[in-house]
């Protein structure tokens, strides 16, 4: 299996894990009825963790499409090369470190293992591209 695959199998897994570490702390905050039930009223201000939690789940969501359509496009181009490789797993490496770091609230890092995580996209993009030419 190509390493960009692999990366992509991973992401998904990684996906869930955002999913449910800020639905846990949701829940621990505001109470399994609240989980349970329909969630119309407004539960309340959620605490710094509870709001970090969500606040990276929603920037894993927002750039994870990204990296599906650079590795669904990498691979009906053929093209696998060490670059595309190294930039999955830059992609990977940085976001599985993102969060335990946005949910301590490590505010510069958080910024700078954003940015590596851009730069593991854009090494994947920057392969695409340059095949257009």
Known sequence: MHTEYAVLAWGCVLALVHIFAASTVRTAQYG??????????????????????????GNFFETFPLVIAAV?????????????????????????????????????VRSLVFLVSLAGILMMLWSLLIATL
């Open 32 to 57: 399994t009825a609240w989980n349970a039930g329909n969630r119309e009223s407004d539960p309340g201000t959620p605490t710094p963790l509870v709001g970090r939690l969500m606040r990276a789940q």
């Open 72 to 108: 669904a496009l990498l691979g009906l181009a053929g093209i696998h090369t060490r670059w595309t490789a190294a930039g999955a797993t830059v992609w990977l490496v940085a976001r599985v470190a993102y969060l335990p770091i946005y949910a301590a609230g490590i505010t510069y």
